[in-house]
């Protein structure tokens, strides 16, 4: 698998030599432009494992490792790209359950200020938008209505309370 991603990482940049290049999203990276990773923890095991870059990358700290064996961490912008994963009870699957709009805002804020926190973290991406048929963890449902005010959601987003 390294050689694989390592060729369609160099091949890639060769192509098109604007634009960051992830040799796998989420985890077992080779070489890569970002360090992506997926984490659907809570907000006090987010706090905890994204206050260090040491204990974002400890690879016993995640059902995969961030790296492949042989290839580590160079200094790229640390990202999660997938985190929360919320679901209102009721929706078929989430990585958590919240009761309800208030809740499910309360616990997106949390896990917010989790990642703000002064850290690795340099950018995060939250999973999913829109619920789909076989998960319903969106900040919308299948039909493209708001689970919670999207003013409210925007200022969580936009101005959680540093740690």
């Known amino acids: 698998m390294a050689r694989l991603i ?4 160099q091949l890639t940049h060769r192509l098109d030599g ?11 990276h080779a070489i890569s432009d970002l360090c992506t990773l997926h984490d659907y923890a809570e ?5 905890n494992r994204y206050a260090s870059l040491e204990s974002a990358l400890d ?9 492949l064996p042989g290839f580590e961490y160079r200094g790229e912008p640390v990202v999660l790209s997938e985190f929360g994963g919320l679901s209102m009870s009721g929706g078929e699957m989430g990585y958590q359950r919240v009761a309800g709009a208030g809740e499910l805002l309360k616990t997106y804020r949390e896990m917010v200020e989790a990642l703000m926190q002064p850290g690795p973290v340099e950018g995060f991406c939250y999973t999913q938008l829109t619920d789909i048929e076989q998960e319903q963890n969106g900040l919308l449902t299948f039909e493209r209505q708001p689970k919670v005010d999207a003013e409210r959601l925007r200022e969580a987003t936009l101005t959680p309370k540093r740690g």
Do not use: C, F, I
Not at 6 to 9: G, K, N, S
Not at 18 to 28: C, P, T
Not at 59 to 67: I, K, L, N, S, V
């Open 43 to 47: 907000a006090s095991t987010l706090r």
């Open 59 to 67: 690879p016993g700290a995640r059902e995969q490792p961030p790296y």
């Open 18 to 28: 604007e634009r960051l290049v992830m040799s796998n999203d989420g985890w077992q």
């Open 6 to 9: 390592t060729h369609l990482y």
